[in-house]
């Protein structure tokens, strides 16, 4: 199983980023996945997941700032981010998980920074 997450980067405040994670060597769409953030110092945290029926789910820190979205097709997350703050500074993972096969794997991580 590979995660590739991608899109990370330098941004001042008030910008946007969009962050891709590509998987294989799974059926992706099984699968809930979901993006996470870990900040310097701070343990890491959820920042929005999706299931594997489209439902979503966010950490209040980005509500109304990032949208997570799944293409099925081409075995992908992506997070849009939106409204970027300097507290949004963080290695961003992507997350898939399917409780019933006890199946939890991490990408490697995309690094966001948020100038002030």
């Known amino acids: 199983v590979q995660l590739q997450a991608s899109g990370g980067g330098l941004v001042q405040a008030g910008g946007s980023l969009r962050l891709s994670c590509a998987t294989s060597?799974?059926?992706?769409?099984?699968?809930?996945v979901g993006w996470y953030r870990q900040a310097p110092g701070k343990q890491r945290e959820l920042v929005a997941r999706i299931n594997s029926g489209g439902s979503t789910d966010y950490g209040d820190s980005v509500k109304g700032r990032f949208t997570i979205s799944r293409n099925n097709a081409k075995n992908s997350v992506y997070l849009q981010m939106n409204s970027l703050k300097p507290e949004d500074t963080a290695v961003y993972y992507c997350?898939?998980?399917?409780?019933?096969?006890?199946?939890?794997?991490w990408g490697q991580g995309t690094l966001v920074t948020v100038s002030s």
């Open positions: 997350n898939l998980r399917r409780i019933e096969l006890r199946h939890d794997y």
């Open positions: 060597g799974i059926i992706f769409s099984i699968y809930d």
